[in-house]
């Protein structure tokens, strides 16, 4: 056994490009190289009589033992992951590259994405924003990842019911990871994410698109506007971001965007102009430039949209 837990450790610090493991994925780790292991038939029997946990624990005690190895814990003081320290000195996006492993089914969105792709600074400096799967569907992906065993027995005795707590992948929780916080975000259907400096980030045209649905989380209606005008300084996003709205976004999304960039940035495009025509007539008190703030008098008639800020055009 002494064996496998050296095999572990090995591939954790010098075979893999992780630089943060999780008790979850750790226990994963442990069972498929159990698995794997071509003298395991040579003590199976001794392996199915021992208790899991306790095995599991003399290879945590061991990662903590290891110079090498760094713990991080949650809050409550459990254990949230182990980190290879000679990884750490000198990564770019260090603490995001940290949560995406720790929380694999998941993308950076919102200000992380705008930093990420190089467009905008965050409204926060030291704040990772990040979107996941709602829990049903988080549990369905970690199921889909857990590993068929070659040996029944294996898998019977350790992705049994009563180990459920070793082998359930738990939910993510906002922490505090190294310098930065991280705020998460819940959908029940995530999009595609894009790879960006090896980060799954969420496309840069969806996050301009949801700053027009939520720009609370983007410093605000004049943040948001200020994004806008920086993608038409660059012109090369412009044709994806007409695509994606049209693809993704509804009548109102149109209306939001195409005031914006037409009535505020003074921007023409034929495109615009046929947003302009979708929501000719439309009416209704969900019509607002910004969503959460009560509905206002002021009105934009060719866009059919309430103006329920001081001044949209400062």
């Given at each position: 056994?002494?064996?496998?837990?050296?095999?572990?450790?090995?591939?954790?610090?010098?075979?893999?490009?992780?630089?943060?493991?999780?008790?979850?994925?750790?226990?994963?780790?442990?069972?498929?190289?159990?698995?794997?292991?071509?003298?395991?038939?040579?003590?199976?029997?001794?392996?199915?009589?021992?208790?899991?946990?306790?095995?599991?624990?003399?290879?945590?005690?061991?990662?903590?033992?290891?110079?090498?190895?760094?713990?991080?814990?949650?809050?409550?003081?459990?254990?949230?992951?182990?980190?290879?320290?000679?990884?750490?000195?000198?990564?770019?996006?260090?603490?995001?590259?940290?949560?995406?492993?720790?929380?694999?089914?998941?993308?950076?969105?919102?200000?992380?994405?705008?930093?990420?792709?190089?467009?905008?600074?965050?409204?926060?400096?030291?704040?990772?924003?990040?979107?996941?799967?709602?829990?049903?569907?988080?549990?369905?992906?970690?199921?889909?990842?857990?590993?068929?065993?070659?040996?029944?027995?294996?898998?019977?005795?350790?992705?049994?019911?009563?180990?459920?707590?070793?082998?359930?992948?738990?939910?993510?929780?906002?922490?505090?990871?190294?310098?930065?916080?991280?705020?998460?975000?819940?959908?029940?259907?995530?999009?595609?994410?894009?790879?960006?400096?090896s980060l799954r980030v969420e496309d840069l045209s969806e996050t301009l698109m949801i700053a027009t649905q939520q720009p609370q989380y983007y410093g605000g209606i004049t943040k948001v506007i200020d994004l806008h005008r920086k993608l038409l300084e660059n012109r090369n996003h412009v044709g994806d971001y007409f695509k994606l709205v049209n693809q993704k976004g509804g009548l109102i999304d149109k209306a939001r965007i195409g005031y914006i960039l037409d009535s505020l940035l003074?921007?023409?495009?034929?495109?615009?102009?046929?947003?302009?025509?979708?929501?000719?007539?439309?009416?209704?008190?969900?019509?607002?430039?910004?969503?959460?703030?009560?509905?206002?008098?002021?009105?934009?008639?060719?866009?059919?949209?309430?103006?329920?800020?001081?001044?949209?055009?400062?």
């Amino acid at each position: 056994m002494k064996k496998n837990f050296e095999k572990i450790l090995d591939w954790f610090l010098n075979e893999s490009n992780l630089i943060a493991i999780t008790p979850h994925q750790l226990y994963i780790k442990l069972v498929h190289t159990l698995d794997q292991d071509e003298e395991l038939e040579s003590y199976l029997e001794t392996l199915l009589t021992r208790s899991e946990k306790a095995l599991f624990r003399r290879l945590v005690r061991k990662f903590m033992q290891n110079e090498l190895i760094g713990v991080n814990y949650s809050e409550n003081l459990e254990i949230l992951y182990f980190y290879n320290q000679m990884k750490i000195a000198n990564e770019d996006f260090l603490e995001e590259k940290i949560v995406q492993e720790i929380y694999p089914f998941g993308y950076f969105s919102y200000g992380s994405s705008l930093q990420i792709h190089k467009f905008s600074k965050p409204n926060l400096e030291n704040v990772i924003t990040y979107t996941v799967p709602d829990r049903k569907n988080w549990v369905s992906l970690y199921l889909d990842e857990l590993p068929t065993l070659s040996n029944e027995k294996l898998e019977r005795k350790f992705f049994s019911d009563l180990n459920k707590k070793l082998w359930h992948m738990p939910y993510p929780k906002e922490q505090t990871i190294l310098r930065k916080k991280v705020v998460l975000f819940s959908k029940k259907n995530i999009s595609i994410p894009k790879i960006q400096n090896s980060l799954r980030v969420e496309d840069l045209s969806e996050t301009l698109m949801i700053a027009t649905q939520q720009p609370q989380y983007y410093g605000g209606i004049t943040k948001v506007i200020d994004l806008h005008r920086k993608l038409l300084e660059n012109r090369n996003h412009v044709g994806d971001y007409f695509k994606l709205v049209n693809q993704k976004g509804g009548l109102i999304d149109k209306a939001r965007i195409g005031y914006i960039l037409d009535s505020l940035l003074n921007f023409k495009h034929p495109i615009i102009d046929d947003w302009k025509s979708q929501n000719a007539g439309k009416r209704g008190g969900s019509r607002k430039l910004i969503s959460y703030l009560p509905y206002s008098e002021i009105y934009d008639p060719e866009w059919n949209l309430s103006l329920n800020t001081k001044n949209p055009k400062e």
